[in-house]
RNA sequence: GUCCCCAUCGUCUAGAGGCCUAGGACACCUCCCUUUCACGGAGGCGACCGGGGUUCGAAUCCCCGUGGGGACGCCA
C-alpha cells in the first residue's frame, strides 16, 4: 500500500512548535515508507486565516526541511467540489436542513449543561421515517447537517493510542455546511482525506473525538477509512498547555534565538518518539528509524535545557561556512559588519566548542572585531599594580616576536619565569585587557587571532 | 457535568510477564584535565501514582481509585 501522510495546518498563526512535531512525523512517516507527504492548508475559518499565517507556516516549514511531495493545497479553492458532495449527501439522505437559530442551539446547550448531560444537537430538523418535522421558517437560511448513526458504536485502531471505540448515541449530527453555504472542517477534513488518498492521518489528540464523526462520513461517503495516529501534546517549559498566550512560539523564534533546525529538529523526533537509547541522530538516520510504534502516548514537556545541549552538539558539527554566515549575522545587530575571513573563522574554530547558541557565538567573537566592554570587577581583581608592572614587562616583548601561538606560549613562560610569578598572574590580566573579562580560551590562542597591533593596542591603554 | 485519553528519576525516555539490584540522555553534585570559562573524561544523586486482583513471578495484564489532559462551536 502506497504511504500518503498529510500537514494541515489552519493558518491563523504561526507554525509553533507542536504543529512543527506533527509535520515531522507526517513527513518522516511517509519518508520512511517511500511514500508521499502532502501540504494540506486548511483555510475555510475566513474570518481568521490570514496570507500572513500562510507564509509564516511556510517559512517554518522551509526552515526545517520539511519539503512536501504535494501541495500546498488550499480548502478555499476546492469549495465548488465539496458544495457538490454536499448537496449529493442531501439527495441520498446521508445530510439534511436544520433551521435551528444560533439562539436555539446556544439554549439548547446551556440548558443540557445543567442537566450535567453532554451538550449536543437534538435532532429536532433529523428526518426519520414516520417523523413529522416542524415547517421551515421562512427567511432563514439553513445549515446542513450530516445525519449520524445513532446506534452502535465507532472504533478505530489508533497507531498511537490503541482501540478507541465510542459510541454513536455519544455523537450528534454535526454541521457540515455553515448558513452561508460554506463547508466546516470535519467536512473539509473528510472529503481531502478521501480524495488525496491519505493513509495515514498523523495529527494532535486533540482531534480524537473528531475522529468517530470523520469515520462515519467516511463510511456514508464509501470511501476508505485511513489509519490514524494521534499524538499528544506538547507541554511547555513549566508544564503548562501551551497557547498562544502562554509559552508558544513560532519555530521562527527559534532561529532568531541563535539555534540551529538540525538541533530543534533532532530535539523534537525525542520528544515523544524513542529508539532505544539513541539521543543523537540525523534526519535521514531518524527517517530509517522512524515508527508509529515507538511514539509515547502520553504528553511531553518541552526541555530548553535538552534543546541547548542539542543546540551545543550540531553547532560542533556545522561546517564553518554555514557557521560563518550565521555569526556574521548575528552580528550585525550589535553593529558588527564581517565577512567570511580566515580570522573569523579562527575566532568561531576557538569559541564553537563552548557555545550552545548561535548569538552567544556571535557576542562571544565580538571583541574580536571591536573594542570590547570592560568588566569593571574583572578590572578590579586582575588589573593590579602589580600586574601592570608584570604587563609593561610583557609588551615590550611583543614588537618584535614571531607571531605564532607557539611563540606567544613562549614568551609568556619566559615573562612568567622571569618574574617569579605563576602564569595566572600574567594570564589573567592579559585576559581582561584583550578581551575585556577574565573568561576565555587559551590566552595565546586568542591574542594570537586578534593580532600584534590590536594586541599591543589594548594592552597599552591599560598601561598609561 | 458528559465522553475520550494519559500516568517510570526534576525533565525526555528504555521497558511487549522472569534479562530490572529498573537502563540511557538533559539538568544537578563531586573529582580529573587546566591559564580563567567552557569542552572533554570518571563517578554520584535520582523514578515504576495508590489499592486490589491474575500469575510460581507484574513497571509490564485486569479492575477500582487518585491525579493530569483533551473534547463537547455555523473554530480548525
Not at 501540504?39 to 474570518?47: G, K, N, S
Not at 455553515?178 to 489528540?205: E, K, L
Not at 618574574?419 to 578581551?435: E, G, H, N
Amino acid at each position: 500500500m502506497q504511504v500518503r501522510t498529510r500537514f494541515a495546518p489552519s493558518p491563523t498563526g504561526f507554525l509553533h512548535i507542536g504543529g512543527a512535531r506533527t509535520a515531522l512525523f507526517s513527513w518522516a512517516y511517509a519518508k520512511r515508507h517511500q511514500g508521499q507527504f502532502i501540504l494540506r492548508v486548511e483555510d475555510t475559518d475566513v474570518a481568521r486565516s490570514t496570507p500572513e499565517a500562510v507564509q509564516a507556516i511556510l517559512d517554518g516549514m522551509h526552515w526545517l526541511g520539511l519539503s512536501y511531495d504535494e501541495g500546498p493545497y488550499y480548502q478555499m479553492q476546492r469549495m465548488e467540489h465539496y458544495k457538490t458532495i454536499i448537496q449529493k449527501m442531501l439527495a441520498d439522505g446521508t445530510a439534511y436542513l436544520c433551521y435551528c437559530s444560533k439562539e436555539e442551539l446556544d439554549a439548547l446547550r446551556e440548558q443540557q449543561m445543567q442537566q450535567g448531560i453532554k451538550p449536543r444537537y437534538d435532532g429536532r430538523w433529523r428526518p426519520e421515517v414516520d417523523k413529522h418535522l416542524p415547517m421551515p421558517p421562512a427567511g432563514v437560511p439553513p445549515v446542513v447537517r450530516f445525519k449520524n448513526p445513532d446506534t452502535g458504536v465507532v472504533a478505530w485502531d489508533d497507531l498511537v493510542k490503541g482501540r478507541i471505540e465510542i459510541a454513536n448515541a455519544e455523537l450528534d449530527d454535526l454541521i457540515i455546511a455553515r448558513a452561508d453555504g460554506t463547508p466546516t472542517y470535519n467536512f473539509c477534513v473528510v472529503v481531502d482525506d478521501w480524495d488525496m488518498q491519505i493513509s495515514h492521518v498523523i495529527r494532535g489528540d486533540d482531534h480524537v473525538n473528531n475522529t468517530p464523526r470523520q469515520i462515519n462520513m467516511l463510511k456514508a461517503l464509501g470511501a476508505n477509512i485511513p489509519q490514524y495516529a494521534h499524538l499528544s501534546m506538547i507541554l511547555g517549559d513549566d508544564g503548562q498547555k501551551l497557547s498562544k498566550r502562554h509559552g508558544a512560539v513560532s519555530v521562527m523564534q527559534y532561529d532568531e534565538e541563535g539555534y540551529l533546525p538540525e538541533a530543534v529538529l533532532n530535539y523534537l523526533a525525542r520528544l515523544g518518539w524513542s529508539h532505544g537509547d539513541e539521543e543523537v541522530f540525523s534526519m535521514q538516520q531518524f527517517c530509517e528509524w522512524f515508527d508509529l510504534d515507538h511514539i509515547t502516548p502520553s504528553a511531553a514537556q518541552f526541555n530548553t535545557e535538552k534543546l541547548n545541549w542539542l543546540n551545543a552538539h550540531y553547532i560542533k558539527a556545522c561546517p564553518m561556512d554555514k557557521l560563518m554566515a550565521e555569526t556574521s549575522k548575528r552580528l550585525q545587530p550589535l553593529n558588527i559588519y564581517v565577512e567570511a575571513s580566515s580570522q573569523l573563522a579562527a575566532a568561531i574554530q576557538l569559541y564553537r566548542e563552548r557555545a550552545n547558541n548561535l548569538n552567544q557565538l556571535a557576542q562571544d567573537v565580538a571583541f574580536f572585531f571591536a573594542q570590547p566592554q570592560p568588566n569593571s570587577a574583572d578590572v578590579e581583581k586582575h588589573i593590579t599594580p602589580e600586574a601592570i608592572s608584570v604587563m609593561t614587562t610583557f609588551v615590550a616583548k611583543l614588537s618584535h616576536l614571531d607571531w605564532a601561538v607557539e611563540a606567544i606560549h613562549a614568551v609568556m613562560n619566559e615573562v612568567v619565569t622571569e618574574q617569579q610569578i605563576k602564569f595566572p598572574k600574567l594570564a589573567m590580566p592579559l585576559r581582561v585587557m584583550l578581551t575585556g573579562g577574565a573568561q576565555s580560551p587559551s590566552i595565546d590562542q586568542v591574542m594570537y587571532i586578534l593580532g600584534r597591533e590590536v594586541a599591543i593596542q589594548r594592552i597599552n591603554a591599560y598601561l598609561s
